[in-house]
């Protein structure tokens, strides 16, 4: 197996996590207790071999008193480390987001993923798998956006990892669902506009940009044609799409049928 090369910025990360744990005469076993995590986990975080959660790092600070945003913002260094310029482009759209339409056909969008999906979606990343939940922490925000999300039939079928693993899924799915949180699916055997691939639609400051899927790369348009013809597809698709309430049963069915 490949070893990736060890993060400059993780590492300075831990780094500073010690250098301010020892300034503050703090014993490792004693923040690591404060924190709720293990003599074991700390030691990776100082030493640069586990990526903490956003939410982690926070509570760092926190338990040593360091003003707020010292860590977190060598932790931002990450993204801009470790992700394409397309993705680091469309997560910045994301965040600023008030409102989110995405459209699946293959795999749960990554902001409702549960970290056993993502982590065999993202084959044993773990950088990834926590780059990946860090992004769900919009939908916990002070101001969250809405997020309508539209999957194909096939995504509750498609296995990623084991029966356990896809129903917690699942669950996690029916659970989601909110007035401001929608999860709808389009039966299998609809023909529709958008077999053609995966998209999500950012309405930022009153417009509107688009991420769409391709074989290759990520694509982050605000291009008024690529937008217009997307809400076009967007549209057609709700139109074959069963109702919240029909896809909440859909969604337990295959949970207790496929996945038990």
Known sequence: MMRTSPSPTL???????RRYRDAGSILQ??????????????SNVETGQLRPRREQVAAIEQALEVPPGVLLEVFNMLEGESLPGWMRDWLAEERRSSALRAFELA?????????????TVLDG??????????????????????????????????GFGDAAVMRDQLEHLVNSVSP?????????????????GAFTIATV??????????????????????????????????????????????????AEERWT
Not at 31 to 40: C, E, N, T, W
């Open 29 to 42: 076993a004693d923040l690591a207790k404060r924190l709720g995590y293990s003599d074991g986990w700390l």
């Open 107 to 119: 795999v749960v969008p990554g902001l409702l993923q549960t970290p056993d999906y993502a982590r």
């Open 205 to 254: 400051n009153g417009s509107d940009v688009a991420y769409i899927d391709t074989a290759v790369r990520g694509l982050v348009t605000s291009n008024p044609e690529d937008i217009a013809c997307l809400i076009d597809v967007w549209e057609s698709i709700r139109t074959f799409t069963l109702s919240q309430r029909e896809s909440i049963e859909l969604i337990k069915k295959v």
């Open 180 to 196: 401001r949180l929608a999860v709808q699916i389009v039966p299998s055997g609809v023909r529709y506009e958008g077999l053609a």
């Open 11 to 17: 590492i300075t990360l831990g780094r500073l996590v």
């Open 125 to 158: 990343d773990e950088a990834a798998v926590t780059a990946r939940l860090d992004r769900q922490a919009i939908l916990k925000s002070e101001n969250p956006p809405t997020l309508r999300c539209v999957l194909d039939e096939t995504v509750l079928t498609r």
